[in-house]
């Protein structure tokens, strides 16, 4: 055995994550979707594949044996940045002060398990859909990445893990801004103050990335649930106005 089996867990029957030897931790594995089935000719020549159809998920034979089953299953990606880092700037112009702060990650991937309950419409019938959906395969879109909007729920569709689910993960965030204006001596003496310090500052303010989810700043365990997004709630921006005052 060659990775470990008690720490690979499964999102309402996905198994994203497999821990092997020679990959990174909570690395993901699944299938390789090499693109949509688009005619009914093209499904009859493809090997054997469990609920095969026009407008499903096509996987890749990896093992060239003829049939796609959990041999075929591969590595996807990892969730562990290739360089992260951050950045600090700080100004100061006679009374006015301006700090800034933005970070990122980059080449990391993301498995944006939240898919599952937006784009299949048997996964969650009457819920909530992405706005993707209205892209989904169909005779008239068969360039679409989307499968077909359809009740069926097999191997084929929306039960197992595949790199349909997979993202780049690399982001760029302004994390904070802040300015201030510090009065000067000559007014603070006529307001028997010592300091005042006005300001403002905003969080979260911009946030540069690919990543279709809400936040690509994933969280989780680090052996578990690392780098897998199950729909958690986004960091929101906000804005912080101030004085400071000294006597």
Do not use: C, H
């Not at 009914?40 to 054997?48: I, R």
Request: aromatic share 14%; proline share 4%; hydrophobic share 35%.
């Amino acid at each position: 055995m060659t990775y470990l089996t008690t720490v690979n867990p499964g999102y309402r029957g996905l198994t994203p994550i497999r821990n092997q030897l020679g990959q990174s931790i909570s690395a993901f594995f699944g299938y390789q979707v090499t693109g949509l089935f688009q005619t009914a000719e093209e499904v009859a020549g493809a090997p054997a594949q469990d609920g095969k159809g026009v407008g499903r998920f096509r996987y890749a034979d990896i093992n060239k044996d003829g049939k796609i089953d959990d041999k075929d299953r591969t590595y996807l990606g990892s969730p562990v940045p290739k360089f992260s880092g951050g950045i600090g700037l700080t100004l100061t112009y006679k009374n006015i002060d301006l700090t800034a702060y933005a970070n990122g990650v980059f080449g990391n991937k993301i498995f944006n398990a939240s898919k599952w309950f937006t784009d299949f419409f048997p996964s969650f019938q009457g819920a909530a859909i992405s706005e993707r959906v209205k892209d989904s395969w169909s005779t008239s879109n068969r360039g679409a990445t989307i499968p077909i909007f359809e009740t069926a729920s097999n191997f084929s569709t929306n039960t197992q893990a595949n790199s349909f689910y997979v993202e780049d993960g690399s982001y760029v965030r302004l994390q904070n801004v802040g300015i201030g204006y510090t009065l000067p001596a000559s007014v603070l003496s006529k307001l028997n103050i010592t300091r005042l310090r006005i300001f403002a500052s905003a969080n979260n303010l911009l946030t540069i990335t690919k990543y279709e989810g809400l936040d690509p700043s994933v969280g989780g365990n680090a052996d578990t649930q690392f780098g897998i997004d199950v729909g958690n709630y986004p960091l929101t921006k906000s804005f912080n106005f101030g004085v400071n005052v000294g006597f």
